[in-house]
């Protein structure tokens, strides 16, 4: 079962930021959380991993509380490619031995 | 120059029929892996398989079978075909070098299936 939660849907206008935010209140010390997308017909994209820090890269950012227990994936500019499900995910060891666990994630639709 | 390209994208089937699906990476990845997306949309992982070692879901049915002619290639034999697995299955492939929490997955672009 995923130990995440996600709001199963959410609208942001094109080209402004789009949050998407996860809680996942029992994770553990060496869990690091995990965001990956999966657009329409693809297979899942990884985007973006961290364990306490805020982390950015080219695709994204993510916003870690200080209590680990929740977290936020910013989109600084959505487009209409971002349309996909957002999947919120915690692991200890990533890809590795097929740890991560899929949950229903969130809907992004982005909209002109 | 796809990654992880996996085929046919769609197959269709009768019941009790054996199919199977190919998946090849390019990463030079040593691990690799097969989901399955169910009607419901969740994801999970049926095997995980390096030169080394499977791991297989339990929950798995062994008429489900990976095999591996060589590191870059993990294909899915499913045998006697039911309803139920219908689906759409996502090969997948990562580093693979132990534990590790960099371990990003790279998924293929996936595989409905549909058992009439």
């Known amino acids: 079962d995923a130990k995440t939660t996600q709001p199963p849907s959410m609208d942001c206008a094109e080209g402004r930021a789009a949050n998407l935010p996860c809680n996942h209140s029992?994770?553990?010390?060496?869990?690091?959380v995990y965001w990956y997308r999966q657009i329409h017909s693809q297979g899942p994209q990884y985007i973006i991993h961290?364990?306490?820090n805020n982390e950015t890269n080219e695709m994204a950012s993510l916003i870690i509380t200080e209590d680990r227990k929740s977290s936020t994936l910013i989109l600084p500019h959505a487009t209409l490619r971002d349309t996909a499900v957002y999947y919120c995910i915690v692991s200890q060891y990533g890809g590795s031995q097929g740890n991560l666990i899929f949950g229903k994630g969130t809907k992004l639709s982005v909209k002109p | 120059d796809t990654a992880v390209s996996q085929t046919p994208k769609y197959l269709v089937t009768q019941m009790g029929n054996d199919k199977s699906i190919k998946c090849e990476q390019n990463?030079?990845?040593?691990?690799m892996y097969w989901y399955k997306q169910d009607s419901k949309k969740f994801l999970k992982i049926m095997f995980s398989y390096n030169n080394k070692e499977l791991i297989i879901n339990e929950t798995v049915p062994n008429r489900f079978s990976p095999k591996s002619p060589d590191k870059a290639h993990l294909n899915l034999h499913i045998n006697s075909l039911e309803l139920g697995d219908s689906a759409v299955y996502f090969c997948?492939?990562?580093?693979?070098?132990?534990?590790?929490?960099?371990?990003?997955?790279?998924f293929g672009s996936g595989t409905q299936l549909s058992v009439l």
């Open positions: 961290g364990l306490k």
């Open positions: 990463l030079g990845h040593d691990t």
């Open positions: 997948a492939s990562s580093h693979g070098q132990g534990a590790a929490v960099n371990e990003k997955l790279f």
């Open positions: 029992t994770i553990s010390g060496n869990e690091y």
